[in-house]
């Protein structure tokens, strides 16, 4: 029995996530509903066109219309993201599931490293303070569900599991000749 | 030496301990900092020095400049009974085994009957404390070993602290090994089983022994599974800045198979589409009141309702009765042609045309100049010249 379709599809639809460690209980809800009828999901999903992906702990959408005319769209957006994982990883080599953070912290680092200030420069250039940037950030990570607010009077976000899928976006890609490019 | 206890007796001991517990609860809880103040002793104590001195005179804290910590035999008391220590040592399970080897020996040689009972009960307690210990080991190996991984940020670090962790699982178990196998082979030890109090002893030391086995092959396990998760996160955080390099440089799609890869998956994310762009049904909007006032909240909110069109007064007989205004405009394309199907000079075949307004000769002039240099190259321009009131032309006809 599919109880939770709408529910589900509004949040995978607008390419965000369902993590199975998520710190709000409709969404955990939505994740066990989605594990529990895995199949009878995959099939309501395809009759509107969105292949139900599942990861190690976490769901999402892709659609089975494979245009290639979007590939320079996604090309952009994979990039996007090659550069906040660079900006994250640097600041904090142990950057993944579980991590916990909130904004005073990556003001405070970015503040004393000269190098993320230099990546944080290159982002989002309409908003001008670093402040403003890393609230931007801060935003990106949370509309893709990969972090969640678990604290709000110190404004502390943890990283969910669904942050594993861009680690392993990462793996899928090859690099030519890997040993020849510096670290 | 400097620290030596001065109690006179465990009674002087408990209540020093209980009368400073405020004291050494918050010396106790600085300890990895080691910034407890003298200042802030002070404020523990009513600011009565003579406190702390009679806590140093005997050897319960010591002052270092400005500072105050624990004696180490307190600390290690503390840590000990609440099960906090962080340090593994494997040094004490050892010394337990040598001295029980010792006392196994004494009690051999001992003829005495009494004596006999008393290395007994050194033994007994010796064997309770090796099987205590290597347990107590086991446990904050396993603690250290999650400490190491979840806390540690650098990562080279960490995996020196987990291979020395690792070390120490190993030396546990070894300790196990020549432990137990004091028990089922040596001859001496074998003719202590008849005692029967002794025999309950090693029964419990075995079963512990069985227990931090079993914990000890975990901890193995999950110290491997550190080790291998460490080093995945290490080449992918290589992978990202090589691939950061590549980008900056703009040889990503060049030097990945990037475009091959996101070819093949098309996840919603990566996608520009509005899917929820849903339009509202127009005759639900127009079913009630309610709507139009809903309609209303919206606008105003997104300061509609300021641009909104009033309704106009009605239009008046007179507005409404079809009126006509000539246009002051010639066709200059229509004149050229109608021109070059005639046989007269551009500047008499101007003033002859039927223009539907009346022009001035400044106005005619202008056009005979315009269409002259805007079909320059079909016309035939001569060298004879005419003269038109104070006006002298030249005669030009079409090629």
């Known amino acids: 029995m599919l109880n939770n379709t709408q529910a589900i599809y509004e949040r995978l639809i607008r390419g965000s996530f369902l993590s199975v460690d998520s710190t709000k209980a409709d969404v955990r809800h939505l994740y066990q509903d989605v594990e529990d009828n895995y199949d009878e999901y995959v099939d309501y999903f395809l009759q509107i066109g969105f292949r139900l992906e599942s990861g190690n702990g976490y769901f999402y959408f892709s659609t089975i219309n494979d245009s290639k005319a979007d590939i320079e769209r996604r090309l952009e957006s994979f990039c996007k993201w090659i550069d906040y994982l660079d900006f994250f990883k640097s600041m904090d080599s142990s950057f993944s599931v579980g991590y916990q953070f909130n904004k005073t912290y990556l003001l405070n680092k970015i503040d004393m490293e000269a190098d993320l200030r230099d990546k944080v420069r290159h982002f989002f250039s309409q908003q001008k303070s670093f402040s403003e940037k890393v609230d931007k950030l801060i935003g990106e990570l949370e509309s893709m569900g990969f972090a969640e607010l678990i604290e709000e009077e110190s404004a502390t976000y943890k990283v969910t599991s669904a942050f594993r899928y861009a680690e392993e976006l990462v793996n899928l890609l090859t690099i030519y000749n890997e040993n020849e490019i510096p670290e | ?399």
């Not at chain 2, 500072?67 to 290690?76: A, K, S, V, W």
């Not at chain 2, 906090?84 to 029980?100: F, G, P, Q, W």
């Not at chain 2, 107590?136 to 987990?162: C, F, G, H, M, S």
């Open chain 2, 1 to 399: 030496m400097e620290s030596l206890s001065h109690f006179r007796s465990l009674d002087d001991l408990v209540k020093c301990i209980n009368r400073e517990k405020e004291l050494l609860r918050a010396v106790f809880g600085d300890r990895k900092t080691h910034v407890f103040s003298t200042d802030m002793a002070m404020e523990l104590v009513e600011y009565r020095r003579e406190r702390i001195q009679f806590l140093i005179d005997n050897g319960v804290i010591h002052e270092t400049g400005n500072y105050i910590e624990l004696e180490d035999i307190y600390l290690r008391f503390f840590e000990d009974v609440l099960d906090v220590n962080e340090e593994i040592n494997v040094a004490s399970v050892k010394e337990c085994i040598e001295t029980l080897q010792e006392n196994i020996t004494y009690y051999l040689k001992e003829p005495n009957e009494n004596r006999k009972n008393h290395y007994i009960s050194i033994i007994r307690k010796k064997l309770r404390d090796t099987g205590l210990r290597t347990l107590r080991n086991v446990i904050d190996l396993k603690r250290n070993v999650d400490t190491a991984y979840k806390q540690e940020p650098n990562y080279d670090i960490k995996i020196q602290k987990l291979k020395n962790l690792d070390e120490k699982r190993e030396s546990i178990r070894a300790l196990i090994r020549e432990c137990e196998k004091l028990i089922e082979n040596d001859k001496a030890f074998f003719s202590l089983h008849s005692n029967p109090l002794l025999a309950t002893t090693i029964a419990d030391m075995r079963f512990e022994f069985t227990e931090a086995h079993y914990n000890l092959l975990s901890i193995e396990q999950q110290i491997i599974e550190y080790i291998h998760l460490i080093e995945k996160q290490n080449q992918l955080l290589k992978k990202i800045r090589r691939l950061k390099y590549l980008r900056n440089q703009w040889t990503i799609e060049e030097s990945t198979n990037i475009r091959q890869i996101v070819a093949e998956i098309s996840p919603v994310w990566m996608e520009n589409r509005q899917y929820n762009r849903m339009r509202l049904s127009l005759e639900m909007l127009q079913s009630s009141e309610e709507m139009a006032l809903l309609i209303r909240k919206v606008g105003k909110k997104e300061g509609v309702i300021n641009k909104s069109r009033t309704s106009a007064p009605a239009l008046t007989i007179d507005e409404i009765q079809e009126k006509t205004a000539p246009l002051n405009e010639i066709n200059t394309q229509e004149i050229w042609n109608a021109f070059r199907a005639g046989s007269n000079d551009l500047f008499s075949f101007i003033l002859n045309y039927d223009f539907k307004q009346e022009r001035t000769i400044e106005q005619q002039a202008d056009l005979f100049c315009l269409l002259a240099v805007q079909h320059s190259e079909e016309c035939k321009i001569s060298n004879s010249y005419a003269i038109f009131e104070n006006l002298e032309y030249p005669l030009i006809y079409a090629k």
